[in-house]
């Protein structure tokens, strides 16, 4: 991420004797790309190798079935799990999926999370609902609705919900960052961006646990996919006195996102909040609409032939979908090879509207998605007619 954040006690020179009390501090170097991108130092009580025990953790249901016949889909996950209370971890159910990125859905309890680590990417948690603190090895991180938690690949971690929280989870198979073009050569976002560093809440204090014998769950890849061990530690790995660097977790709230507005209808580049590795991340939220005499204010039809888009609609009324079924808690697949847009009515309806109240988070992937078990297990199967049913005679 590239902005420098010190937190709690750190010796003047890196690399050099650190110590509590007389004892010697085990430094430790979390960084990203074999020493050549943003990293951290990190100074523990214990020592963060010292492993115990490695046992096989059999991770959620990861069935993936194929978008064939191809289609547009419409999922509603609030008809998932209605009565709520799952783990925020184990408890998430595979929404779409390909290669590079997974997309799930949970609405928790209030019981904390066992202690995670995800080695395959970052994360990046949106918020739809709820609040709490996560738990991480550099310190605690509040979150609430509306915002993105993004947590670092290898960052152990739980979440402790302090309402039921609805959550969707975007994990990346690689990093996932604000987009490069917001962004000077030396990693300070721009005053073209959308947001700024000030909007960016990290840890704020050391989280010092004591324990033994201490349980992660681990999600990494082998040969054969995705899997999952449960590594116990000999001593808790919240035992970090302090750390410096730019690799670490940290919030953005919808609310502080400043859209891009123009005199005709704007293409989704210009909502766009984070990068991964072969998707992006954009948020659509409320305000002022194109003002040309002649605009229409919804999206014209379009083709991403490189793309699948992913909608998940999470406030106020989106009018490009008027007449669809779609409502909060929805999700639209578009795949690439097929034209989407606005259903019919929706056009001339929008003609002369100044504002849109709609929120929504969408995630284009450069790959195809496959549908996870929550999908298939949410879908209305009458979404891909719509467009027809809704054309005049």
């Known amino acids: 991420m590239a902005y420098y954040r010190r937190v709690g006690a750190v010796p003047r020179t890196r690399h050099t004797q650190h110590r509590e009390d007389g004892r010697l501090l085990r430094e430790e170097l979390m960084g990203e790309e074999g020493f050549s991108s943003d990293s951290s130092l990190l100074y523990h009580r214990g020592v963060p190798s010292a492993v115990v025990a490695s046992e096989p953790w059999e991770l959620p249901d990861q069935t993936r079935t194929p978008n ?38 949970v609405l928790t309890g209030t019981d904390p999370s066992p202690y995670y680590r995800d080695a395959v990417g970052d994360e990046c948690v949106y918020v739809e609902a709820g609040s709490g603190i996560v738990e991480t090895v550099f310190g605690t991180v509040p979150y609430r609705t509306g915002d993105y938690v993004l947590i670092p690949r290898a960052t152990t971690h739980r979440w ?33 961006a959308p947001y700024c560093e000030r909007d960016l809440h990290g840890p704020g204090e050391p989280l010092l646990v004591e ?77 002022k609409v194109d003002y040309h005499p002649l605009s229409i204010p919804v999206p014209y039809y379009h083709s991403n032939v490189d793309s699948d888009e992913v909608m998940f609609y ?73 467009w027809a049913a809704d054309s005049p005679a």
């Open 68 to 105: 064939h016949p191809l289609r547009p889909r419409h999922l509603r996950l609030h008809d998932l799990d209605a009565k709520g209370g799952a783990c925020p971890v184990t408890g998430r159910r595979l929404v779409l999926v390909n290669a590079d990125v997974r997309m799930g859905y």
């Open 314 to 386: 999470v406030g106020g009324d989106y009018e490009a979908r008027k007449g669809s079924g779609i409502g909060l808690g929805s999700i639209s697949l578009h795949p690439g090879g097929f034209a989407h847009g606005p259903q019919p009515s929706a056009i001339e309806a929008s003609l002369g509207v100044q504002e849109f109240e709609e929120s929504a988070v969408m995630v284009d992937t450069f790959a195809p998605l496959e549908l996870g078990e929550a999908a298939v297990a949410c879908e209305d199967p009458a979404y891909p007619w719509t």
């Open 160 to 192: 402790c919900p302090a309402e039921p929280s609805r959550l969707y989870t975007i994990e990346g198979s690689g990093h996932i960052a604000p987009p490069r073009r917001y962004l000077s050569r030396y990693g300070q976002l721009l005053e073209h």
């Open 211 to 287: 324990g033994e014998d201490v349980e992660v769950l681990v999600k990494h890849r082998t040969s054969a996919g995705l899997v999952g061990t449960a590594m116990s530690y000999a001593t808790h790995p919240f035992d970090v006195v302090g750390w410096d660097g730019c690799l670490y977790p940290y919030t953005f709230n919808v609310e502080d996102y400043m859209p891009i507005t123009g005199k005709v209808h704007q293409p989704p580049p210009v909502h766009q909040v984070f990068e991964g590795e072969r998707f992006v991340v954009c948020n659509f939220l409320p305000r």
